[in-house]
């Protein structure tokens, strides 16, 4: 069995997603914001933001792929698995995404959405890998700068498991 190793609580993540929240709402008040996630991480994440965004907004979801992707490394090319089902120009986006790592992905939907002319377009990332980063992107929200370790939780899977845990958790694999 894989051994898992706290990294964050779920009281430290539930305390950083009301401060994210906080901060959002600060900045969207009367606009409405279209919060668009990207799964199939996202989900854990923007259930509890939407919930603690105490103000009018609506969701979406964009499924993305990797090409080439192994368990525990990212890589290379992304493709639209599932794409908007919703109008976007003229909106205020906020991408939400639970993690960063290489860049590729938010850098992918970034233009990908831009392309699209919403009114504005900011990004809130609740795990930040920034040691790992291959490609600068715009992080208007953070939660956490995380350790260069693979982690799961929260989530975050390895081979499609943990997604379910309340916390942060590096993963050590098997010897
Ligand atoms: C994870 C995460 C981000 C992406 C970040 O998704 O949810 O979308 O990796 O990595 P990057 O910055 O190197 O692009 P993953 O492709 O593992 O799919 P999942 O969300 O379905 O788990």
Redesign the pocket.
């Known amino acids: 069995m894989p051994q898992l190793q706290v990294i964050l609580s779920p009281q430290e993540i539930k305390q950083t997603v009301e401060r994210l929240a906080q901060e959002i709402k600060g900045d969207y008040q009367g606009k409405n914001p279209l919060l668009i996630g990207?799964?199939?991480?996202?989900f854990v994440f923007m259930a509890d933001l939407a919930r603690n965004l105490d103000m009018p907004l609506e969701v979406e979801f964009v499924t993305?792929?990797?090409y080439g992707?192994g368990r525990t490394e990212?890589s290379g090319k992304?493709r639209v698995v599932r794409g908007l089902r919703t109008p976007i120009k003229n909106r205020h986006v906020l991408v939400v995404?639970?993690?960063?790592?290489?860049?590729?992905?938010?850098n992918f939907i970034l233009d990908y959405l831009q392309r699209r002319r919403p009114a504005s377009l900011k990004v809130c990332v609740l795990f930040d890998k920034a040691i790992?980063r291959q490609v600068p992107v715009p992080i208007d929200y953070r939660g956490f700068t995380a350790p260069d370790v693979f982690v799961v939780g929260y989530?975050?899977?390895y081979d499609e498991r943990f997604r379910h845990l309340p916390g942060l958790y590096a993963l050590q694999e098997e010897s």
């Open positions: 990207v799964l199939k991480g996202c993305l792929s990797s992707r990212s992304v995404e639970d993690i960063v790592d290489s860049g590729m992905t938010l790992r989530g975050l899977d």
